[in-house]
């Protein structure tokens, strides 16, 4: 499988909490990340967790990250339309140059 | 101003020709790279360097070719453009090599 692994697509209703998961192989980094790309555009930093914390919240976002079964997960409260992207998780995997994203899982949002 | 700015945004061209995209990051960061994004959304990065130096380079073909001239630059020559090599393109730059990345908006190369 691959070192960083998302599920591809999740479909929420509008005002519904999204949960995006990743799980990945290895990691020595000191941070671990969630970013966003909306259609036709780059990838922007959403969040980061330091990998010696196990939660992190920002305002209505939500990261956990289980260290144990090298397991990160994103939470979105009050999903709105504009939440609908791409959301990618990114993470070192056994470099310090390397930063491995996933995927990616679509995050459709239905008013 | 643009922290991360790449040029053309997007880029039209036949099989075997040689295209160049430029990068350029006023954040003085001292690590940039290149992604390539399929058809599929999937991100994969190509190469990294730090300080004008290759740190990475992850299996790509001898047909690209990247180049820093200095390390707020880092440029991508492609040679004998191939079908495959269709896909949107992403300059970043970060810090340090495990630090937030700034994308730039991506170059949509298409190869036909």
Redesign the interface.
Known sequence: GEDVEQSLFLSVREGDSSVINCTYTDSS???L?WYK?EPG?????LT?IFSNMDMKQDQRLTVLLNKKDKHLSLRIADTQTGDSA?Y?C?V?LG???????G??T?LQVIP | DTA?SQTPKYLVTQMGNDKSIKCEQNLGHD?MYW?KQDS??????MF?Y?NKEL??NETVPNRFSPKSPDKAHLNLHINSLELGDSAVY?C?S?L???????????TRLTVV
Do not use: H, P, W
């Open positions: 980094s000191t941070y990340y790309q555009a780059g990838l922007q930093l980061y791409i990618f990114a070192n470099g310090y140059q390397k930063v491995t994203f995927i990616g679509k | 991360v690590t992604y599929k959304k999937f991100l994969k990065i990294s730090n740190i990475i992403f970043a970060s340090r090599g495990d630090t937030e990345a700034f994308f730039g908006q991506g």
